[in-house]
């Protein structure tokens, strides 16, 4: 089974930049799209980035546009999430999914908290 593990999370002010990991293991890293999603309390799940198995194509969610950069290592089995100019409503739980053979697989978050 394929197992995900976040981290990077933390408190951070407005303005500020916060760098997500998420180290993969148990299944071809390199042959599968990665997302990352967040959910804040009361608030649906939200696809924030995926990037594709080849990383030639990226997606982001309109809310982080041109603030988040989605990317990958595929020798270290990472992906990443660059946070920069933090607002108070990207506050969440991060989640790292990947979707392998139709089964989705979920780290267990890292909590982003955005506070002056």
């Known amino acids: 089974q394929g197992q995900l593990v976040e981290s990077g999370g933390g408190l951070v002010r407005p303005g500020g930049s916060l760098r997500l990991s998420c180290v993969a293991s148990g299944f071809a890293f390199s042959d599968y799209a990665m997302t990352w999603y967040r959910q804040a309390p009361g608030k649906e799940r939200e696809k924030v980035a995926t990037i594709a198995w080849n990383v030639g194509n990226k997606y982001y969610a309109d809310s982080v546009m041109g603030r988040f950069t989605i990317s990958k290592d595929n020798a270290k089995n990472t992906v990443y999430l660059q946070m920069n100019n933090l607002k108070p409503e990207d506050e969440a739980v991060y989640y790292c999914?990947?979707?392998?053979?139709?089964?989705?697989?979920w780290g267990q978050g890292t909590q982003v908290t955005v506070s002056s």
């Open positions: 999914n990947a979707q392998i053979s139709g089964v989705d697989y």
